[in-house]
């Protein structure tokens, strides 16, 4: 059989295997919760497609597909299939075979301590000058794509791994995030990436599918999504949309790369065509219940979880800031101050013309606070990086409205780092003269028109707004910040609970070095990832620090303690009580 009609009929299953309803959806568990029985038996699997072929086939697609699949809306619906293109690939060497997900966010705190890196489970660190895998179930494996070499790990904190997003982290996200392409941008910029980089070797380059650890983590990164899809089930398995993304607009009748018989839709929803659900590890139903904790501590009433959330292993925390329809930012709880017109207008006039001065610097800078607000950063919340990036778009944006030039690419003067777009207009604007040859400052009405323009035109900044364009930064829910300022002390009863909903043995955690009981922060990636993966360094930057934000917050509660630090204490400490 040639190799082209090995992959079309490969193609042509998987595509039969969507088609219709599903009636007895398959269960995705965690990979801890299989015995060891199971546990072998996926190993096993994955190790006969390696010997047959296909696991360099998932690879060698990987790779070829790598600049359409990354920095794309079309992330999260490729994984998805991709993933599914695997487990139907385990089924057909071994029918009814398990196939598990790793909730890494448990191993968040440590996670090169995590039991997953025993031999047990999928074995440890790389060793040796070629960082070959040594010990486990894929220990002196030999791959062929991108050319032949053994499967290589190299933890990037030398024998340790950074620590990964916290589920404190995730569940909020899934809780703010409205639109598909604000949650798929949020997972890509922000936790996706410190998995592959921490586990490194061939788990860092577009051949990462050669280690079988990449399914693993991808089944976690899908389940992120269906969570979050479960949260608003009748609108969310229908959702799909370029919300955060600088791509032209999408369609869920988009075809997946790769599958050219597959299109978006038919991923959309897993519990029909791809026929499987997800079976919740207690991460998320634990830190729910911290949560929920926090909230009634800080004088909220307790949240009340739908039917579907509740079911989902994505429950919401509750936050003190409603979610907006835009696609992930906050509407903010009061109006902010207007700004007095002659201030907005010597700032528009001043910005408009390119003339410099400390005044103009101030002026376009108390227009900027303004506007931030309105996104829904008030006070500390908004870093100093998100402040000047949106100074930078509302520049633009006034610029927009005065050069009468029509519809521009915001979304690239908003990303491009150099901001070589803004320097042109502000060019092509102070090149205005008089009869006399003089520039000539604009006069008020071309200012407030210019201003309005900008703001609110066709192609104005709150029109972006509202389109989610700007919400690259509201990923996170800023009043979560309020909230857990406001927390005393967190009830002992509740982290009792978290032991129980994970199912650990309980220890006594006053007995734990106070540094190992909070969550730490979560490591800066290599500006080479993010161009690698066609993402935004900038946008990334900003969410680690809204994470690092929150960390501090709960790291700041007395008596509150992560699931992941509980997971970690648990298994570190519980053979001494």
């Not at 509302?394 to 979304?411: P, R």
């Not at 604009?442 to 900044?461: C, E, F, K, R, V």
Request: net charge negative.
């Amino acid at each position: 059989m040639t190799k082209k009609l090995t992959v079309l009929l490969a193609a042509l299953a998987l595509a039969a295997s969507v088609s219709g309803q599903c009636s007895s959806p398959v269960s995705r568990p965690e990979i801890r919760s299989l015995s060891p029985q199971d546990r072998a038996r996926f190993f096993q699997a994955a190790s006969k497609l390696r010997e047959n072929g296909e696991l360099a086939r998932l690879s060698k697609m990987h790779v070829d597909n790598a600049d359409t699949i990354h920095g794309h809306p079309v992330f999260l619906a490729f994984h998805r299939l991709f993933a599914n293109d695997f487990a139907s690939a385990l089924n057909k060497v071994d029918p009814g075979v398990p196939v598990p997900y790793w909730d890494w966010s448990l191993d968040a705190t440590d996670p090169a301590s995590s039991p997953i890196f025993t031999d047990q489970y999928c074995g440890g660190n790389g060793a040796g000058p070629q960082n070959c895998v040594q010990s486990g179930p894929f220990a002196n494996w030999e791959m062929t794509v991108e050319t032949t070499h053994c499967l290589a790990r190299k933890f990037n904190q030398g024998d340790k791994i950074a620590p990964f997003w916290p589920p404190e982290a995730l569940l909020s996200m899934q809780q703010t995030c409205t639109q598909y392409g604000a949650l798929s941008s949020g997972i890509e910029n922000g936790c996706h990436g410190a998995v592959h980089l921490g586990i490194s070797g061939d788990m860092s380059t577009m051949f990462a599918p050669n280690d079988p650890f990449f399914f693993l983590h991808h089944l976690m990164i899908d389940k992120l999504w269906y969570d979050w899809q479960l949260m608003a089930p009748e609108s969310r398995f229908q959702l799909y949309d370029n919300v955060n993304y600088n791509d032209p607009p999408v369609s869920p009748e988009d075809t997946v790369p790769g599958y050219p018989n597959m299109r978006v839709k038919d991923v959309l929803d897993p519990r029909n065509g791809l026929c499987y659900v997800y079976v919740d590890s207690g991460s998320g139903a634990a830190t729910k219940r911290l949560m929920e904790e926090i909230n009634k501590q800080a004088g909220g009433a307790p949240s009340t979880p739908s039917p579907q959330a509740a079911a989902s292993a994505g429950g919401a925390p509750p936050t003190s800031a409603p979610a907006s329809p835009a696609g992930g930012a906050p509407a903010p709880a009061t109006a902010p101050p207007a700004s007095a017109p002659p201030s907005i207008a010597s700032a528009a006039s001043l910005a408009g013309n390119g003339i410099p001065s400390a005044d103009s610097a101030a002026q376009l800078n108390a227009l900027t606070t303004n506007v931030s607000e309105l996104s829904g950063n008030s006070g500390g919340a908004a870093s100093a990086a998100l402040h000047g990036q949106q100074m930078n778009f509302l520049q633009n944006a006034i610029l927009n409205g005065l050069s009468g030039n029509g519809a521009m690419d915001m979304a690239t003067a908003l990303m491009n780092r150099h901001h070589r777009f803004f320097r042109r207009r502000l060019a092509a604007l102070a090149r205005r003269g008089g009869d006399d040859g003089v520039v000539h400052g604009l006069n008020l009405d071309q200012i407030l028109t210019g201003l309005a323009g900008g703001l609110l035109g066709s192609d104005g900044l709150v029109g972006h707004l509202v389109n989610g364009l700007s919400n690259v930064v509201q990923v996170l829910p800023q009043g979560l910040t309020k909230t857990l300022q406001a927390v005393g002390s967190i009830a002992e009863n509740a982290v009792g609970d978290v032991f129980d909903i994970l199912n650990l043995p309980k220890i006594d955690l006053s007995k734990i070095p106070e540094e190992e009981r909070k969550i730490p922060y979560v490591a800066q990636l290599p500006d080479w990832w993010y161009a690698h993966n066609n993402l935004n360094a900038t946008y990334a930057m900003q969410l680690r620090q809204q994470v690092h934000d929150m960390i501090d917050g709960f790291n700041r509660i007395p008596g509150y303690v992560s699931p992941a630090v509980v997971y970690y204490a648990a298994n570190k400490y519980a053979a001494y009580e």
